[in-house]
């Protein structure tokens, strides 16, 4: 089991920035990969990017050159930090971990956390 709790949301300008944290606990040893998605209302969910253990960062064309995700293996934490906000980037962000290996979808979820981009 993995538990994934995230933190940082909150309600931003246009163009502005915020950093997303995700904290995770359990058998942190079995994760592969961690990922941010994202849903605003009425949408379908979008991973907006990802991180394999060991691998390069992927993203989404809707957030490339704007987001970046890392991560901190030593304190068990995944970040996406996020510049040049934009109202289309309003949603509810999630954490995931991904312990099966060959398969694209995630394994476990965090409860979300609410980003709102408004002036």
């Known amino acids: 089991q993995v538990q994934l709790v995230e933190s940082g949301g909150g309600l931003v300008q246009p163009g502005g920035s915020l950093r997303l944290s995700c904290a995770a606990s359990?058998?942190?040893?079995?994760?592969?990969?961690m990922g941010w998605y994202r849903q605003a209302p009425g949408k379908q969910r979008e991973l907006v990017a990802s991180?394999?253990?060991?691998?390069?960062?992927n993203y989404a064309d809707s957030v490339k050159g704007r987001f970046t995700i890392s991560r901190d293996n030593a304190k068990n934490m995944v970040y996406l930090r996020m510049n040049s906000l934009k109202p289309e980037d309003t949603a509810v962000y999630s954490c995931?971990?991904?312990?099966?290996?060959?398969?694209?979808?995630?394994?476990?979820w965090g409860q979300g956390t609410q980003v709102t981009v408004s002036s």
């Open positions: 995931a971990a991904r312990v099966r290996r060959h398969v694209s979808e995630y394994d476990y």
């Open positions: 359990g058998n942190i040893a079995s994760i592969n990969a």
């Open positions: 991180i394999p253990s060991g691998g390069a960062a």
